[in-house]
């Protein structure tokens, strides 16, 4: 059948591209609430900056290299077949092209979020020490090097998707012939485990070791300066996964509602595990590990949303929340740098979610009775997926370090990037003072509260 437009998945992807791109400046607060005082705004500006350029660059020609109709080896797609989105918006009539059953420039518009959100949260990784305009070059020659190929890979029909010509349809055959034929198994990604999660903490661990350790690292406390910043980041960032796995449905059907709820039964779950090993480790349990568990679970559900069972995300989201909360402390004892534990939250959680579907997936899963088929194919598409993003990033992060150079100088590091760099800073600490003094402001604050060093930014 001929696609036709439907109205009402037209409107829940225009409202799920918003939901998505609300979750960068949740992720601003997110990380911004984690650092100290003084790097606070250059810490939200990478996220507004990987705004700036993934955008940009998208529009030219990351749709084109992502699902473009000319695969190149299966690896990205032709970057001047839309470039500039040329050939997607509307046909020789004038009638709007159609992707399913929405128009092609909506699918556009949802697809740039997703680019945006996974160059922004490789930054946490640098925080505090990296040059900002480096940042941005970064973000976009690895957005191109990376992300688009892995989409396109993925999603557009490449090498670790279902395609005949795939990896799966290599190790397990192929059912179906002509136009009907696919991958025997075929790989499942619902929302980004590869193409966003272990693709971003992969590059942040590389970026966390070319980049190196922030001053005093390991010897002084860097502890959040702002918790309800971080827990309004979380809630942003929560609010906005709905858009970015239920809208992952392609459609407002009842694969967007099960999404949805194995997204918060997932969620949920990865909050409470975090705290219970929080309290069994450190004897209380944070508001920051709270925050921390919530990313935790919706970074695991998010290549599963569609797959798994409410009662299975639950049995994700505990390990997860679990997982990364002891994840996070190995920086300490393998000594990189994560400032913002992107690695231990977001590769770690995104490969199990990744590799769990072979395990709890309803259709295929180990656990259903489907045999161990798709958790060979799920590990195969997780571990290509670090292979690739790791070497591209070390790749573009050498070159960057011997051209434009990484860091700020130490004294910058040091007196804080924000004064420094950005010539602004996140609290006037001077006019605070002043009415504190006068009578006209609060009382000075308590000190700050014990932060386990498991979970210290």
């Known amino acids: 059948m001929e696609n036709a437009l439907n109205s009402g998945d037209t409107a829940w992807m225009l409202i799920s591209a918003s939901l998505v791109l609300l979750m960068t400046p949740g992720l601003a607060f997110f990380y911004g609430g984690m650092v100290r005082a003084k790097s606070v705004l250059n810490m939200m500006m990478m996220s507004f900056g990987a705004i700036g350029v993934v955008g940009v660059v998208y529009v030219l020609w990351g749709y084109s290299m992502s699902y473009g109709p000319t695969s190149i080896g299966g690896l990205f797609a032709n970057p001047f077949d839309w470039f500039g989105l ?23 518009a949802f697809q740039i979020t997703f680019a945006i959100i996974t160059v922004a949260l490789i930054s946490g990784a640098i925080a505090d020490r990296a040059r900002f305009g480096t940042w941005l070059v970064f973000a976009g020659v690895w957005v191109t090097l990376a992300y688009f190929p892995l989409a396109h890979m993925v999603w557009g029909g490449g090498l670790l998707s279902g395609s005949v010509d795939g990896l799966a349809a290599k190790l397990f055959g192929v059912t179906g012939t002509g136009a009907d034929a696919a991958a025997a198994v075929a790989p499942i990604d619902f929302a980004g485990g590869t193409v966003v999660h272990i693709n971003a903490g992969m590059a942040a661990l590389v970026l966390a070791l070319v980049v190196g350790k922030r001053k005093g690292f390991g010897k002084i406390a860097m502890r959040p300066h702002n918790l309800p910043f971080v827990m309004l980041g979380a809630a942003l960032l929560w609010f906005g996964w709905f858009g970015f796995n239920a809208g992952s449905a392609l459609a407002a059907n009842g694969t967007a509602g099960l999404a949805w709820i194995n997204t918060t039964a997932a969620t949920c779950a990865a909050m409470l ?22 990313v935790a679970g919706l970074v695991a559900i998010t290549p599963a949303a569609g797959a798994l069972s ?28 994560d400032s913002l534990d992107v690695v231990g939250v977001h590769l770690v ?109």
């Open 86 to 108: 040329n050939g997607t918006i509307t046909d020789s009539s004038g009638q709007y092209i159609l992707t399913g059953s929405y128009p092609a420039i909506v699918n556009v």
């Open 273 to 294: 595990g975090w705290l219970i090993t929080e309290k069994l480790r450190d004897g209380h349990a944070t508001s920051l590990g709270a925050a921390s568990g919530v």
């Open 349 to 457: 959680a995104g490969l199990w979610g990744t590799v769990a579907i072979g395990l709890l997936g309803t259709d295929t899963g180990l656990f259903y009775g489907g045999g161990i088929r798709q958790l060979v194919v799920q590990a195969v598409i997780a571990l290509v997926a670090v292979a690739l993003s790791g070497l591209v990033t070390t790749v573009v992060a050498i070159g960057l370090k011997a051209t434009m150079g990484w860091r700020v100088s130490e004294d910058d590091e040091t007196a804080g990037i924000d004064q420094n760099v950005h010539a602004e800073t996140g609290y006037d600490w001077g006019s605070l003072g002043a009415a504190i003094g006068r009578g006209a402001g609060p009382a000075a604050p308590a000190a700050t509260p014990a932060v386990p060093k498991e979970v210290n930014a």
């Open 310 to 337: 409410p009662v299975g995300s639950l049995a994700l989201g505990l390990v997860a929340g679990a997982l990364c909360a002891v994840a996070v402390g190995l920086k300490y004892r393998l000594g990189y740098d």
